[in-house]
């Protein structure tokens, strides 16, 4: 077994390396730096691993809720090879038989040495069995998987490779013809010229790049510097001199749009950018960039931390092909660290007019902001329909703030709004079964389908006893929308004020709650989605309340809520829709009687309120005067205010 290994080997982690090592020990994590910029990312620093007698155990089949992980760097009997290790995983689909997949990865075949190998796997059961039939070339050095199809079938693997000689390090890029059972060498040693950290792009228009491939690196690699492009106009058997790319965008990928435009995502040296060249595609010119713009993702690129010696996240880049209103929409996501934090959030832009301008960066995982957690290796990928899918390693639900789990959300309004986050796989300690280097990789990747996605990930399921530790393997998992297609799109506090009818205080799904300031001993909590809903549970995450009866009616579910204070924030959680098993959002109730202005304090404002409307009718203006929700604004809602003053909530 045999992966690429991708070592985050800037000349100053060289220096910090020892001392990453000690903190690990006490518990404490290696502090976050920014990616370090024109420094060696890799080194040929250990030779081969010594033979050794090969034990295996039963392959590694984890389960959680609807979602099945498999094992894929298996020996030929489909057992997991005890000792070694993989990670850095790169994923391809067939787009004509969805059954047909390869996963490449970083090959370890033994964890006491950093000598790795291009390993891949190939599937044609759709994943749940996988075959892994060795390394691209026994003995040869390398890392950086990237693999990619084009539109009829055909894999490529693009891998950063060098020998004990060699000072620097080149790519070369193979093919199979045969769903990845097998691979020809197509741009020999140095053939492909390029560096590390390479991605590999394909034009599947119809315009007059059909068929080019076009790579890019972040600066360290066969031609002696500068972050480079370069351009294949037959399939990959030779490669054109490479370009300097401008702002020097490195550890992103690229992607060419309906048009036959390529685009570059990276991150420069303060700034992340999206370059554009418009004639990359055309054969008789040397490809320029002519339009350059810089992208606000929310952070920076990070390294160490959770993952010591590696990178945090890198940037992806992917164009929707649809044909739709959405069609050409250019995404940018990453796991950034944020201004004032060590730890990263996944990020997400958008372009709708070819690069011109972004979105504001939009926070994909839905937990509250807290600095201890991470949610980091965050991916992307866009759906033939326009969907988009993004998964990622989320310590959310770890007391320790490491253990990690793959998380998954989607969306189906170009990035707009996000499904609330779903937990796709069990927690891993991603500490564990280092092949003598402190990193699980720099990048886990995904590819999606009309109904769903495919993921290659790494994690650490597999225990290894003789060792006392568990080990890096490579697995892959389907994810896919939840399977009711249900999404919560509304959450509110519903009361019946006697005759003049009932009105609802608005919730909003995330960020402040709102404020439902009327006097009840049963509250209803009305939750709206987007089709129709006979089945689901809400459990009660933070507060006093009890969560008593739930009815259901048209798109709408209703729990009634005794035991509330008349101050506090009641988080409710909704899951189990039409009995799918996922999750479908924590929303924040607020409760504070007598809060007529929902200014979160009751004071002198709210007994002006209900004054002015004394004697009033009840409506939809002023139904928050009435403040014990009888039907009539009296005197007992003065008197409300005046129980009640200077309560507050945050």
């Known amino acids: 077994m045999i992966i690429l290994f991708r070592m985050l ?25 920014r990616v370090p910029r024109n420094v060696p990312l890799e080194t040929y620093d250990n030779p081969p691993a010594a033979p050794r007698v090969i034990e295996t155990s039963p392959r590694m089949i984890s389960q959680f809720a609807s979602f099945t992980s498999f094992q894929v760097n298996v020996n030929a009997s489909g057992q997991n090879i005890v000792g070694d290790a993989a990670n850095e995983c790169s994923i391809s689909v067939n787009p004509i038989d969805g059954s047909k997949k390869t996963i490449a990865w970083r090959q370890f075949n033994d964890v006491t040495s950093n000598f790795r190998q291009g390993g891949w796997g190939y599937t044609t059961t759709g994943g749940a069995t996988w075959t892994f039939p060795g390394v691209l070339e026994n003995g040869v050095f390398r890392s950086d998987p990237v693999t990619n199809s084009d539109e009829v079938g055909n894999f490529f693997y693009l891998s950063l490779q060098s020998n004990v000689q060699e000072s620097f390090f080149c790519d070369d890029l193979w093919r199979s013809m045969n769903g990845g059972q097998s691979w020809t060498l197509l741009s020999g040693e140095k053939g492909a010229g390029g560096g590390d950290k390479q991605w590999l792009t394909i034009d599947k228009t119809n315009g007059p790049g059909h068929a080019f491939q076009y790579q890019s690196d972040d600066g360290i690699n066969c031609s002696g ?36 435009n390529l685009f570059i995502g990276g991150e420069g040296f303060s700034q992340f950018f999206c370059e554009r060249s418009s ?90 902001v807290n600095p201890s ?16 899918d993004a998964v990622w390693y989320d310590t959310r639900n770890a007391a320790n703030n490491t253990d990690s789990q793959l998380f998954y959300s989607w969306s189906t309004d170009a990035g707009v709004t996000w499904a609330p986050n779903v937990a796709v796989s069990i927690s891993f300690n991603p500490f564990e079964g280092y092949p003598n280097q402190s990193k ?135 899951q189990n829709i039409n009995g799918d098993g996922q999750p479908h959002g924590d929303v924040p109730f607020g409760f504070l009687v007598a809060d007529a ?51 507050s909530i945050p």
């Not at 399939?235 to 749009?257: A, C, F, K």
């Not at 730890?343 to 839905?366: C, E, W």
């Not at 957690?373 to 988009?388: C, D, E, I």
């Open 373 to 388: 957690k991470w949610h980091w290796f965050g991916t992307f990928s866009v759906a033939p329909n326009g969907r988009l």
């Open 279 to 368: 004639n990359a595609q055309l054969a008789t010119q040397t490809p320029s960039f002519d339009q350059s713009k810089s992208v606000s993702m929310g952070g920076f690129l990070g390294s160490g931390g959770i993952n010591p010696a590696g990178l945090d996240g890198m940037v992806f880049l992917a164009i929707d092909h649809s044909g739709g209103s959405t069609n050409n929409n250019i995404y940018m996501l990453a796991s950034v660290v944020p201004s004032g934090r060590s730890t990263t959030d996944v990020m997400f832009v958008r372009s709708t007019d070819g690069g011109l301008t972004f979105s504001a960066p939009k926070k994909i995982n839905d937990d509250p």
């Open 9 to 33: 080997k800037a000349t100053l982690f060289t220096c910090l390396l020892s001392l990453f090592l000690v903190p690990l020990a006490s518990g404490q994590l290696a502090p976050t730096q």
């Open 440 to 574: 699980i990789g720099d990048y886990i990747t995904m590819v999606s389908d009309s109904t769903g996605a495919d993921v290659a990930y790494s994690a650490t399921f597999n225990f290894n006893a003789s060792r006392n530790q568990h080990e890096e393997d490579v697995y892959y998992v389907r994810v896919a929308p939840t399977a009711s297609g249900i999404n919560l799109l509304s959450a509110a506090s519903r009361l019946t004020h006697g005759a003049a009818g009932t009105f609802d205080v608005n919730m909003p799904l995330t960020g402040v709650s709102g404020v439902e300031c009327r006097s009840a001993t049963t509250y209803n909590a009305v939750f709206t989605f987007d089709a129709p809903v006979t089945s689901g549970q809400v459990t009660v995450l933070s507060g006093t309340a009890t969560v008593g009866a739930i009815t259901f009616s048209g798109n709408s579910m209703t729990a009634q809520l005794t035991g509330v204070t008349t101050a506090e924030v009641v988080t409710l959680h909704t």
């Open 597 to 647: 202005d929902a200014s979160r304090v009751v004071g002198k404002s709210d007994q002006t309120l209900v004054k002015g409307q004394l004697n009033q009718p009840v409506t939809s203006a002023n139904f928050r005067e009435d403040l014990n929700a009888d039907g009539r604004i009296k005197s007992a809602d003065t008197n409300l205010v005046k129980t009640n003053k200077g309560h």
């Open 225 to 260: 510097g500068g972050v480079q492009f370069q351009r294949s106009i037959n399939g990959g058997v030779t490669w054109q001199s490479p370009i300097v790319i401008p702002n020097s965008p490195t550890d992103g990928t690229l992607d060419v749009d309906s048009n036959g």
